[in-house]
DNA sequence: CTGCAATGCTAAG
DNA sequence: TTAGCCTTGCAGG
């Protein structure tokens, strides 16, 4: 769901889907209705994801902005028979003009038709994305070294960092076992190199499965004999929501708090406390 | 069936 | 700091 990666993997399906041909576009909900009008009918030319932002190319240099917020979802589907009648609100449909693949965009925060120097500056506005060859990790390191701002705030602000959400966040600080209140201007560059290596490794994987797994293969349901995970994320994961059960390394209870309106989670034994006095 | 929380973010107050 | 977006899956009655 709507991490990064899921984006970043929207994109190629779209890409896939569409790219080079005539594609309808439509707004069954009607609320997209005016912009889609403006592109209803042209050349798809390509889809690209930066952070949680997908951008929909279409020919003459216009875009479909598309952010899935907290819920939002954009079903594509190949080689059908037929286009069915819209399920729910549809914000924006598009079919290929042979007909044998659609998209359909729901509950999205986002749905605007914006120019190529729109995108620019959602871009530019975006720290590093780990799932981006062209990404740069010096450019969050210096936001990060100079923040006295937890790290598990600064992981989560997409100006610092793109395309990491909750659940990455909890995963990479408990594999580096930092405690998500210590602070940005604490942790070695050594640290945070390594926790971006980390991270590029995790979410081109998440791109690749669409879910997002991040336990190590020792700590697999198989070899520890522990029945797989079963919720609606669907990935194997060492704390995300699995506070008050034991942690899979050390056995200690998992711990959950509120940041800024987000839950955290993460181990108190395996993510020691940076000072005596922290959050435990 | 009803209610609620959720992998996010913005704008209003 | 809070409501809103308006979907999905789960818990509880």
Redesign the pocket.
Known sequence: ???GH?LHRLALELTDAFAGSVVRVGSP?G?FAESASLVDGQVLEGAEAW???LFIGFAGERFVHV???????L?VRTGVEEVPDP???V?MRLVRADGTAYADL?????CELVTAEQRDLVVE?SGPDPIRPDADPDRAWQRIRRSRAPIGGLL?D?TVL?G??????AEVLYRHRMHPLRPGSTLRQSQWQATWDDLVVLMAEGVRTGR?DTVRPEHSPEAMGRPPR?????GEVYV??RHGQPCLVCGAKVRTDVL????LFWCPRCQPTFRSRAVQ
Not at 164 to 169: A, D, F, I, K
Not at 260 to 263: A, E, K, L, M, S
């Open positions: 769901m709507p991490e899921t909900q609320r952070g949680k932002h952010h899935l917020g907290l819920y939002g979802k079903d399920v729910g609100q914000r729901r509950g999205a925060t986002t506005r989560m997409q793109a990491v959400g909750n659940v990455y966040r997002i079963k919720d609606d994320h669907g995300y929501r800024q309106g987000r839950n």
